[in-house]
């Protein structure tokens, strides 16, 4: 079993940058693909990044393209998201999730676990 903990999320200006760092339980984390989602208020959750366990394949939504970038710390069983240049429209609950096999990094029903979420609003 792997248990997740999102931190660093906060209300930040238009323009501005946060790191979210999601803290997994476990000895296995290395063995996981890891993946952030995010879900706005009324909205469905929808992708925004995800890293393969080696960390060489790490896919982005097109909206946050060129401004998220998502990286692993086996050693510290963590893997985070930075954020920058950040709009009003990233406003939204952000979600770390745990995949063993890995086969749908963009597909939020592949993932087996999930941790309870941080709050990220960007105010204008």
């Known amino acids: 079993q792997v248990q997740l903990v999102e931190s660093g999320g906060g209300l930040v200006q238009a323009g501005g940058s946060l790191r979210l760092s999601c803290a997994a339980s476990g000895r296995t984390f290395s063995s996981y693909a890891m993946g952030?989602?995010?879900?706005?208020?009324g909205k469905e959750r929808e992708?925004?990044?995800?890293?393969?366990?080696?960390?060489?394949?790490?896919?982005?939504?097109?909206?946050?393209?060129?401004?998220?970038t998502i990286s692993r710390?086996?050693?510290?069983?963590?893997?985070y998201l930075q954020m920058n240049t950040l709009k009003p429209e990233d406003t939204a609950v952000y979600y770390c999730a745990a995949d063993l096999y890995g086969l749908g990094l963009q597909t939020y029903s592949f993932y087996e676990h999930w941790g309870q979420g941080t709050q990220v609003t960007v105010s204008s």
């Open 36 to 41: 952030w989602f995010r879900q706005a208020p």
């Open 73 to 79: 710390d086996n050693a510290k069983n963590t893997v």
């Open 47 to 68: 992708f925004v990044a995800a890293i393969s366990y080696t960390g060489g394949n790490k896919p982005y939504a097109d909206s946050v393209k060129g401004r998220f």
